[in-house]
């Protein structure tokens, strides 16, 4: 069973940094995109930040500018960078990794990370 094991969350002060990492725990085919996913309580899931294996970034509106999401290069691993963190970035953030499974049947999967908690403090 494919993993994606998240780490880097934690209690940070408003104004403050984070660095969250996720790695695939095994090969897979085809990975098509990586990205971050964030949802705080009583909220929605939303995207925080996403590379597809290309390199094309997408980020959501509360992040931009301040959040850099990066990859290596076998794309197994991805890094979200926050910066100028806030007490609204609190959530749990998920990793998120999309793909093909297999060549030959075309199967996809979208496979998710168990969450890490940050939290901002004003």
């Known amino acids: 069973q494919v993993q994606l094991v998240e ?43 996403s590379i597809t294996s290309g390199g094309s970034t997408n980020y959501g509106d509360s992040v931009k500018g301040r959040f850099t999401i990066s990859r290596d290069y076998s794309m197994s691993r991805v890094y979200l960078q926050g910066n100028t963190l806030k007490p609204e970035d609190t959530a749990v953030y998920y990793c998120n990794s999309r793909g093909y499974k297999d060549p030959s049947s075309g199967s996809q999967y979208d496979y998710w990370g168990q969450g890490t908690q940050v939290t901002v403090s004003s």
């Open 7 to 49: 780490s880097g969350g934690g209690l940070v002060q408003a104004g403050g940094s984070l660095r969250l990492s996720c790695e695939l725990s095994e090969s897979v085919y085809l990975i098509v995109a990586m990205g971050w996913y964030r949802q705080a309580p009583g909220k929605e899931r939303e995207l925080v930040a």
